[in-house]
């Protein structure tokens, strides 16, 4: 008999150590499934950082501007010409440049100033104004020229890309109600 106790009692320490190791083991497999959805996590942000990323890179539209358009529709003559008349035309443009910088840093000033009045603030927006519109219609000729050489497909193609994509369709159309 005592044989028979001493049998009935190793199975009872086994029971008690595979109770060990399968509390152990679901403990592991709880880690384990936190740490799969975590890197599911991890990954997709990733996923969508760089869809994000690589939609913004090269997505043409108002968004982009219309230098980088110009230059993701012409040909590579266009593109070289275009390149061309835009250093052009920031090389003529510095003074003008210079002259809005300085305005803008003037209104700047005058905006800090604790003493400044209404009319100083007026004179500096003026400044600003004049300014942007001096250099505005220093480039827009040389960029009208510039779009007129990219030729009629390039130009279609650009004014397809500088309108935005939820307007190409046309006007939503409405339903007209039943009888």
């Given at each position: ?81 275009f390149r061309a008349s835009m250093a052009e035309g920031r090389r003529q443009s510095r003074p ?27 004179e500096a927006l003026a400044r600003l104004r004049g300014a942007e519109v001096a250099l505005r ?12 050489a990219l030729g009629p497909e390039g130009r279609r193609e650009l004014a397809g890309a500088l ?17």
């Amino acid at each position: 008999m005592a044989r028979e106790t001493s049998d009935m009692a190793e199975p009872a320490v086994d029971e008690g150590r595979s109770r060990e190791r399968t509390a152990g083991s679901r403990r592991e497999r709880r880690w384990i499934i936190v740490l799969l959805v975590t890197a599911i996590f991890q990954a997709g942000l990733l996923a969508g950082g760089a869809f994000v990323w690589w939609r913004q890179a090269h997505r043409v539209g108002p968004g982009v501007g219309l230098a980088r358009a110009v230059m993701l529709t012409a040909d590579a003559r266009g593109r070289e010409a275009f390149r061309a008349s835009m250093a052009e035309g920031r090389r003529q443009s510095r003074p003008q440049v210079r002259d809005v910088r300085e305005a803008r840093a003037a209104l700047g000033r005058a905006l800090v100033d604790s003493n400044a009045s209404v009319a100083t603030v007026q004179e500096a927006l003026a400044r600003l104004r004049g300014a942007e519109v001096a250099l505005r219609e220093r480039l827009e000729p040389e960029l009208a020229q510039a779009l007129v050489a990219l030729g009629p497909e390039g130009r279609r193609e650009l004014a397809g890309a500088l309108v935005p994509a939820n307007r190409r369709a046309g006007p939503p159309q409405t339903k007209i109600p039943g009888p």
